[in-house]
């Protein structure tokens, strides 16, 4: 009987609270996962970050094959030790990473060669290579290899692509170490077909995963397309298991997804937009650079418990990017991660209240009203 699983709390329509019960931790969902790509959630400490209400983070395959090394990483006793967080690590399983930065790809049946986008130096990524660095990692949980169409494509292409990762996904499953705790999440391709997605969702769950991911999605498709995918694919799953939406999203596409049935996501948006003078917050985005907060004496967001929005004002906020100061990332991707987490919070919370459809009504009303 492995430890890891998925044990539901309460619904709200297909939407779902509960806990995942892990190696290394309990964590609520639903749940965001900040994104640690090479070991760091950039411009955080690990304190910082739990400090945020995160209770999950990813790393990736791609980066820490390139640098440092999962032989490195082994050998200093896996990433959680590496970048001392102790809660649950999911790694993405490269292969998107090497679609989108690696240099000179070769794509075979078998696997994946390229060139480092660090060094130019020379690799080669297959489902058992990706399942083995994942485990040299020490990963909680361990994604398949899998390949990630571009969109638009032709019906056919995106069916040999979804045909070919159900391939590398029982190569994957046969890699896996299997160990009390741990877990390895199979991955739905099949672009914006439904049957296409209902042929991948019967081939994992005839392989038989701890948890399933839905991916190929948020790579340009929109948000109409890819809640309609939702709509065909995620009643299709698994309901005792965890569903991970890969790559997602805006809070708008959080909510709209949750209320679909998913439970975990991770996306470089807060992270990659606090680094940008871009901050997330309930009544929508806003940019620090703007001249218009030069003047501004009030926190960022009022109530939000962060070191920005308590320690701070919109005007020191747009000093520091103006002056091109550290401060400003560091400040402005910790509010980004808290926001994300007090959504995720607030939805949980609506779920547990089972009004869950109200609270979408005043999040989408928050958002649309812009700047008070
Ligand atoms: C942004 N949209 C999107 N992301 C997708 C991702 C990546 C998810 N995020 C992983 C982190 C990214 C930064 C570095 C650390 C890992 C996808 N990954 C896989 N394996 N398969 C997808 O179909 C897949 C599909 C995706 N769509």
């Known amino acids: 009987m492995n430890g890891f699983r998925w044990q539901p709390e309460a619904t709200d329509g297909a939407a779902r609270a509960g806990h995942l019960h892990t190696a290394h931790g309990v ?16 411009a955080m400490t690990m304190d910082s970050v739990r400090s945020t209400g995160a209770g999950i983070v990813l790393g990736n395959t791609y980066h820490l094959m ?14 959680h030790r590496f970048m001392d967080w102790p809660g649950p690590i999911l790694t993405d399983s490269g292969g998107f990473q090497v679609m989108s930065l690696g240099a000179l790809r070769k ?24 399942t083995e660095i994942q485990h040299m990692l020490d990963a909680t949980i361990t994604m398949c290899f899998d390949e990630c169409p571009a969109l638009p494509a032709e019906t056919d292409a995106i069916a040999a692509s979804m045909r070919l990762s159900m391939r590398w996904a029982a190569r994957s499953r046969e890699a896996f170490v299997a160990r009390d705790g741990y877990a390895q999440y199979g991955i739905v391709q099949g672009g914006t077909e439904p049957q296409l997605r209902a042929e991948s ?15 190929g999605l948020a790579v340009g498709e929109g948000q109409a397309l890819m809640f309609q995918t939702l709509d065909g694919t ?3 799953m698994p309901a005792d298991k965890p569903r991970y939406l890969m790559g997602v999203g ?21 992270t990659r937009s606090g680094r940008t003078a ?32 308590t ?31 007090r959504v995720m919070q607030g939805i949980r919370t609506a779920i547990l209240e089972t009004r869950l459809g109200a609270h979408a009504i005043e999040l989408r009303a928050g958002w649309a009203a812009g700047d008070p």
Request: charged fraction near 20%; hydrophobic fraction near 35%; include cysteine.
């Open 201 to 215: 969702v019967r081939a994992l769950t005839d392989i038989g995963f701890e948890g399933y991911a839905i991916g």
């Open 107 to 130: 794509l075979d049946s078998d696997g994946v060669t390229f060139q480092s986008h660090i060094d130019g130096s020379r690799h080669r990524l297959t489902p058992e290579r990706s």
């Open 250 to 270: 805006t809070p708008d596409d959080l909510l709209g997804s949750v209320m679909r049935g998913i439970d975990m996501f991770d996306c470089v948006m807060p």
């Open 234 to 236: 995620v009643p299709l």
């Open 278 to 309: 871009r901050a997330y917050t309930g009544f929508g985005t806003l940019n620090l650079r703007n001249a218009r907060h030069a003047l501004d004496p009030r926190p960022l967001e009022a109530g939000c418990p962060c070191p920005a929005c």
């Open 311 to 341: 320690r701070h004002s919109r005007a020191y906020l747009h000093h520091l990017f103006r002056a091109d100061e550290i401060l400003g990332p560091m400040l402005l991707t910790w509010h980004n991660l808290t926001y994300y987490q």
């Open 27 to 42: 964590v609520a969902t639903p749940t965001f996962m900040p994104v640690g790509t090479a070991g760091t959630v950039k």
């Open 66 to 79: 390139l640098r440092p090394g999962a032989e490195r990483v082994q050998a200093l006793g896996g990433l």
